[in-house]
């Protein structure tokens, strides 16, 4: 370890920069378009054919129905560049215009698709019971119809008319369009962005309009370039059977049919027709899918970015490890870059550091630093990353190098990995017994039956209660400790050296969290041999089981230690920082004057709908008779473990949940009751923070425009007072005015969260609802979004419901605490009361398995915690 004296920028200098460090550059779409050689190859083609057919009185060398009965049937030649018909008619002259037709046919049925397919798909999509239940079966009544005899059938009452048969096209394959909108819409819908603009105000039709139809463009643009290659095909599948145009007049299908009756004498024939049908048909397809990927690039921000490169001097002061002959783990000089249009882009400079056997290694950090990008490159997991220099070594071979067969094996034998979010990792569609043993077979090369053994004893390694029930499971049957269990256990299957946890108590609550903990110390004990790399952020965990800690920023190793010394005295002053923003290390919220009442909740009860496994409706009871008072300008923690209700409460109060019983009133008023309507004008009272900063934010949309909207379209405000006050919102939660012209995709997590902030600010509320509004952030920026909301609470006399599960931040925030439990509060009071002297055993419980930031009260202490069970 090295002394740090260069200078580092406060959190907040980094944090409220205009752009991150990484931002992507958000292109125009021309520019988008032009940047990509198939869009413009495609585009091109797409273009001549049909400049050529539009302009073809001017450009035909000959007229459609010229005959040359002395030159029929002839090759290419100066006068006829594609040839002549069995009639002596100019091939060339007859395809432009008989492309017209062909052409036009296209667009009259694809007007019809697209019309017909998005408006019912969109209705069907958002709507509820009888309208979606009829548009649904409409649909798929008109897919069981026969389309090409309906057509035929239709021609043969009005023969030749291709604009009838086109319209019958579009109305007859619009299913196809309704069912993919429909579908698309119903899981646009439920995303968190959706549930932003509806309690913001904005009626249902508004947010169809901007901010669901938007969504469906990928798939529309892809549903509809596919129908356009069938309308051609079905065209010319028409004049080739003579229901089609009628000769003499030309048309891409009659033009096919001459060329196959006369295949044997003039095979030349058919290439003309043939060849520009199918380039047609292709550049239309290839055409989409750059306008997909063009517009889906440039609203989820994936394109190019901007890294800052580290200076020689900031090298310098690197901390540098030298070999350890005792490692069982050597990275040296390792640099992992990311390859784009630019050139590659370092992620991870020149990182060093060992593992010994038997040890537990803490690589902490915050998002972006570079410490999951370093772990998976251990195990070879790219994610699009490659390892442009250094070496890894595990008991002296180097990882870096060599046949990518070769490589595998031997990470397969020297590490375990267990991930962050444990459901997405297991099979969902195998048994959790099926699972295990089929890795046992596979790292072991045991027979069936013996591997069904182990698999069992792996699930009783990581202290699963009856490990052959569980074995019976699948994942989706699994809470989420269980299911991180099973994926410690495959993890195990190989008997790793090495096992790299990636943060792998975040996403559980905090009881849960100390079992998880305990587990790994158990597993570490059990086998002297096993070393342990785990990756977080939380400084509680790491005072929990690291014995020395790795600190990562920006990509670089800025500080490694023994734990104690990491606690007891910080080198680096990035360190010290994160250390400092720790909620855990701050006093509990002093005890202020109290004030009148907002909001009063009585006897809420909430009820969801459900199926039983026998397919049976039924339904949950997530909050049972809750008695709740907000007080103004002061903040009520709820807390509780995931499944409590908590969040259910916070969503009744802002609208996107209906009671099932209860009273909620504001100010004397009853919001259970209000109408649609009043519900809308009551957003200007209440509003939300949801949890995740970028779910809650369309990324198609500025951040202008998402600020703006509610107020123009739901308020009734002007255009240039709304403007004035989105720009005075932001600048009050730190962001430059300059901000609303960007899209979400262009801003850090903080700063996300910020204009997550700044929205639900915008319309002056008394009450904001705080979902886990900062449960995503790292401990830094965490502790600005705090710092922030309790300005803008001094300032504006906001009254908070604060929602999470981190007795840590609500102790320190908080003027008031409920404990929730299985939907029921059990336990309420002032944050000095609740903490101090608790009085329920389930509040206890939670104060003792929450980690402390300090080695010498936290170390092994997660293998003390209970969880409480009524």
């Given amino acids: ?44 083609i797409v273009l001549l054919i049909v400049a050529t057919v539009a302009l073809a009185p001017v450009l035909a060398p000959h007229s459609p129905l010229a005959q040359d009965l002395a030159n029929t049937l002839s090759g290419p030649t100066a006068n006829h560049p594609f040839g002549t018909d069995d009639l002596g008619r100019d091939v060339l002259s007859r395809m432009m215009y008989g492309g017209r037709g062909t052409l036009l046919g296209v667009a009259q049925a694809l007007v019809v698709f697209l019309v017909l397919g998005t408006s019912l798909g969109l209705a069907a999509g958002m709507a509820h019971g009888v309208v979606d239940t009829i548009v649904t079966r409409a649909a798929e009544l008109l897919l069981s119809v026969p389309s090409f005899i309906i057509l035929l059938v239709m021609l043969s009452i009005v023969p030749g008319n291709m604009t009838v048969a086109m319209v019958t096209l579009g109305i007859l394959t619009s299913p196809l369009l309704i069912r993919v909108v429909r579908g698309t819409t119903r899981t646009v819908r439920n995303e968190l962005f959706v549930r932003g603009a509806r309690t913001m105000g904005l009626t249902e039709t508004q947010i169809t309009v901007r901010h669901i139809l938007p969504r469906l463009a990928g798939p529309i643009i892809v549903q509809a370039t596919i129908f356009a290659g069938a309308v051609i095909i079905a065209e010319t599948g028409l004049g080739y059977l003579g229901f089609g145009v009628s000769l003499p007049a030309p048309s891409w299908g009659n033009m096919v049919e001459t060329a196959s009756e006369n295949i044997t004498r003039a095979p030349w024939l058919l290439i003309p027709t043939g060849g520009v049908i199918i380039v047609t048909i292709m550049s239309l397809m290839l055409l989409g899918d750059s306008i997909r990927d063009a517009v889906a690039e440039r609203w989820s921000g994936s394109g190019r970015r901007h890294r800052a490169r580290h200076s020689t001097a900031a090298a310098a002061h690197r901390p540098v ?47 972006g630093s570079g410490k999951s990008v370093t772990s998976l490159a251990l195990l070879g997991l790219s994610r699009g990353t490659r390892v442009a220099s250094g070496h890894i070594t595990i008991d002296g071979v180097d990882m870096v190098g060599g046949s990518a067969e070769r490589m595998r094996r031997l990470r397969t034998a020297a590490f375990g990995y267990i991930t962050q979010d444990p459901q997405p990792s297991l099979d969902p569609s195998m048994r959790v017994g099926d699972l295990l043993a089929q890795l046992v ?44 269990r099973v994926v410690i256990a495959a993890a195990l299957s190989a008997h790793p050296k090495i096992l790299v946890a990636d943060e792998p108590t975040t996403a559980l609550d905090v009881t849960v969290q100390a079992e998880i903990l305990a587990l790994l110390h158990r597993l570490c004990d059990d086998d002297d041999s096993m070393s342990l790399l785990l990756v977080t952020h939380d400084w509680g965990v790491v005072a929990d089981i690291a014995d020395r800690v790795i600190v990562m920023r920006d990509g670089t190793l800025v500080e490694q230690a023994p734990a104690d010394q990491i606690f007891a005295a910080p080198a680096h002053q990035h360190t010290r920082a994160m250390l400092a923003a720790d909620p855990a290390r701050l006093d509990i919220h002093p005890v202020r004057p109290g004030t009148e009442p907002l909001l009063a909740i009585r006897a809420l009860t909430v009820e969801y709908a459900g199926r039983n496994a026998g397919g049976r409706p039924v339904r949950t009871t997530a909050v049972n008779a809750v008695d709740l008072d907000i007080h103004r300008a002061r903040t009520l923690g709820l807390i509780g473990e995931s499944g409590s209700g908590k969040s259910s409460v916070g969503n009744v109060i802002v609208g996107l949940v209906d009671a099932a019983s209860g009273s909620i009133t504001l100010d004397g008023e009853e919001l259970t009751t209000a109408s649609r309507s009043r519900r809308r004008e009551l957003s200007r009272r209440v509003q939300i923070i949801f949890q995740d900063p970028y779910g809650s934010l369309n990324p198609v949309r500025t951040v202008g425009s998402t600020l703006s909207e509610p107020l123009v379209l739901a308020h009734g405000t002007s255009a240039k007072e709304a403007h004035r006050r989105v720009a005075e919102a932001l600048e009050r939660v730190g962001l430059p005015a300059s901000a609303a012209t960007r899209y979400p995709a262009q801003f850090s997590g903080g700063q996300r969260q910020r204009i997550a902030i700044a929205r639900a600010i915008v319309l002056d509320p008394e009450l904001i609802v705080c979902d886990e509004p900062v449960s995503a952030l790292d401990l830094t920026i965490q502790a600005q979004v705090l710092e922030l909301l309790a300005t ?8 908070y419901l604060f929602i999470s599960h981190d007795l840590s931040v ?13 939907g029921a509060i059990v336990e309420r009071g002032t944050a000095q009361e609740v903490i101090l002297r608790p009085e329920h055993p389930y509040t206890r419980s939670l104060l003792e398995a929450a980690p402390i930031p300090d080695p010498t009260v936290q170390r092994g202490r997660s293998l003390l915690a209970e969880r409480y069970v009524a």
């Fill in 321 to 367: 490890t030298r070999s350890d002959s005792g490692a069982l783990l050597e990275v040296d000089n390792l640099t992992i870059v990311v390859d784009g249009p630019h050139g590659p882009t370092p992620l991870v400079e020149n990182v060093s550091f060992t593992l010994r056997r038997g040890e537990t290694l803490c690589l902490v950090g915050e998002s």
């Fill in 1 to 44: 370890m090295t002394d740090e004296t260069d200078h580092v920028p406060p959190p907040e200098a980094s944090e409220n920069r205009a752009a991150p460090r990484d931002a992507p550059q958000i292109r125009s779409l021309p520019r988008l378009f032009l940047s990509r050689p198939q869009f413009v190859i495609c585009a091109a």
């Fill in 810 to 822: 609500v102790r320190s925030f908080c003027d008031d605490i409920a404990v929730m439990y299985h």
């Fill in 792 to 799: 803008l609470q001094n300032d504006l006399g906001i009254a």
């Fill in 441 to 484: 077979r596979l790292h072991q090369g045991i027979e069936r039956r013996a591997a069904r053994e182990k698999a069992i004893e792996l699930l009783e390694r990581v202290q699963i209660p009856d490990p052959a029930a569980v074995a019976r499971r699948f994942p989706h049957q699994l809470s989420g400790g269980m299911a991180q």
